[in-house]
């Protein structure tokens, strides 16, 4: 089992930053790969960021060069830098755990979640 709790979300105007947190318990952290997704109103769920157990990410393409995933693995936590925020990164995020290790962006990989904190950008 993994529990993980966000935190770090909020309202931004354009062009702001803001950085979530992810906690992580239950199971041994530095074994197991984290993904940050989105889903907004009306919208499927999406694909932002992953790091792997190795320390290699990856980003969905509307957020590649603004957005930086990373591990704390003293902290058990995994961070997600959102810099150039944009209107349309209004959805609430949610951290996921990867018990591969690997990393996928497919979000079925994806065996914990947690329950999701807002951002909201205003323009």
């Known amino acids: 089992q993994v529990q993980l709790v966000e935190s770090g979300g909020g309202l931004v105007q354009a062009g702001g930053s803001l950085r979530l947190s992810c906690a992580a318990s239950?199971?041994?952290?530095?074994?197991?790969?984290l993904g940050w997704f989105r889903q907004a109103p009306g919208k499927e769920r999406e694909f932002v960021a992953t790091?792997?157990?190795?320390?290699?990410?990856a980003y969905g393409s509307s957020v590649k060069g603004r957005f930086t995933i990373s591990r704390g693995n003293a902290k058990n936590t995994v961070y997600l830098q959102m810099n150039s925020l944009k209107p349309e990164d209004t959805a609430v995020y949610y951290c996921?755990?990867?018990?591969?290790?690997?990393?996928?962006?497919?979000?079925?990989?994806?065996?914990?979640w947690g329950q999701g904190t807002q951002v909201t950008v205003s323009s």
């Open positions: 996921a755990a990867d018990l591969s290790g690997l990393g996928y962006i497919d979000s079925d990989k994806y065996s914990y």
């Open positions: 790091i792997g157990r190795s320390g290699a990410t």
């Open positions: 239950g199971r041994t952290f530095d074994t197991y790969a």
